[in-house]
């Protein structure tokens, strides 16, 4: 390959980027990126960050020196890929062939409808989001979080560390039930209680209110919360849609094989827009997780330089972290159709404790917090076996 060219500039990009190099590849290696910034750390900028704990300089993911010999397009968004000419349309009208792509343009949050338009109301995904939100913040007041995910968890634990007074709203009757389960998404949620952040479950958001600028949210039920700043964090979207028409197979993102192939030749998807194979569970899954991000490329690039020769190996089990009100919590596998969750160690009501996800008795996932040393143990133990 003579070219082959990175769409996407964040953690995904960058890690692709890198395997390239590792990997041997030493032709042109364009990285186009739709953000101005060098590639930074998202996972920061609900936390740290946002409680102004540290500055932009400490989210650079490029290590001092670190030159990877690549073409940088950045603040430059890609609006197509014409298969025939091998060619990446720019939003500027320019294009960059290539004889490989690396597609890794991420998600975007979700918005409200008719939130776009207030000031006041955000959401959280970008470092231009999170400088705006952190503006708002310093303002003090009330925050109202739509979403009781762990976007919203996060934001609401920073925000009470600020001082503001905090509601989160969740539509859902219990918050992470998705990620975690009912139950122990039930027992995470409990720190907002514990920190006096007022959670609001099984009501959805009928609007927002204000003039030029956010004054209350609406409730289904009729309640009115004011509000001098929101938070929407009801989910994201994978970016995709530069490639509608392309040949490349869209479901819920990119849909690739087991090594991230997708349905065109030369292309491979990696990081959030990506929907990898599962080769163990039989279903394909976008897993939005900052370790994916960084790990995966890995494989793809192998698939990618070897035409597909390179035999992918059996994918690790999702793993994410969150840090909220002091407590870490850490998650790895699925807990979807596990059939029991048996707390093995600590106690929950003292926010300490490691609770693993059985299925016909095997290990499918494990929960921790503030139990970093066993939950690594009992990592290290769902990525030996498969499930």
């Not at 609401?156 to 998404?185: F, H, K, N, R």
């Not at 869209?250 to 690739?256: I, P």
Request: some cysteine; aromatic content about 6%.
């Amino acid at each position: 390959m003579r070219t082959v060219a990175v769409v996407g500039a964040s953690l995904a990009g960058l890690s692709a980027a890198r395997s390239l190099r590792k990997q041997g590849y030493d032709g042109r290696l364009v990285v186009i990126g739709d953000e101005p910034h060098r590639p930074y750390d998202r996972p920061p900028l609900s936390k740290e960050f946002l409680a102004g704990a540290i500055g932009e300089a400490d989210l650079a993911l490029e290590t001092d020196g670190e030159d990877l010999q690549a073409e940088w397009l950045l603040g430059m968004r890609a609006a197509g890929f014409d298969p025939g000419d091998r060619a990446l349309k720019l939003a500027d009208g320019r294009s960059v062939r290539a004889d490989g792509v690396v597609i890794a343009t991420g998600a975007t949050a979700r918005m409200l409808p008719g939130g776009d338009g207030l000031a006041g109301v955000h959401t959280l995904r970008t470092l231009d989001d999170a400088r705006a939100l952190r503006a708002d913040l310093a303002e003090g007041g009330r925050l109202v979080v739509i979403g009781g995910g762990f976007i919203g968890a996060e934001v609401a634990s920073t925000a009470y560390g600020l001082g503001l007074d905090v509601t989160v709203v969740e539509a859902a009757p219990t918050p992470l039930a998705g990620p975690l389960g009912e139950l122990m998404g039930g027992v995470v949620s409990t720190l907002h209680a514990d920190h006096g952040v007022r959670l609001l479950c099984g009501v959805g958001v009928k609007g927002l209110s204000g003039t030029a600028r956010v004054e209350a949210v609406l409730l289904e039920d009729g309640r009115c919360l004011p509000a001098d700043t929101v938070v929407v964090g009801v989910g994201a979207r994978p970016c995709v849609e530069w490639l509608d028409g392309c040949g490349v197979v869209l479901d819920n993102g990119v849909k690739c094989g087991a090594d991230g192939r997708t349905s065109v030749s030369g292309l491979v998807a990696v990081g959030d827009c990506a929907s990898w194979y599962d080769p163990v569970a039989g279903v394909h899954r976008r897993v939005e997780h900052w370790t994916g991000a960084r790990e995966r490329p890995d494989a793809a690039v192998a698939a990618l330089l070897s035409g597909g020769a390179a035999t992918p190996g059996v994918p690790k089990p999702p793993y994410f972290w969150s840090d909220q009100y002091g407590v870490r919590i850490q998650f790895a596998g699925h807990s979807a159709g596990a059939d029991s969750v048996t707390v093995e160690e600590g106690l929950p009501d003292d926010r300490s404790f490691l609770a693993v996800y059985r299925r016909s008795g095997h290990p499918v996932a494990v929960l921790g917090m503030n139990q970093p040393r066993l939950f690594t143990r009992w990592r290290k133990q769902l990525s030996a076996s498969t499930f």
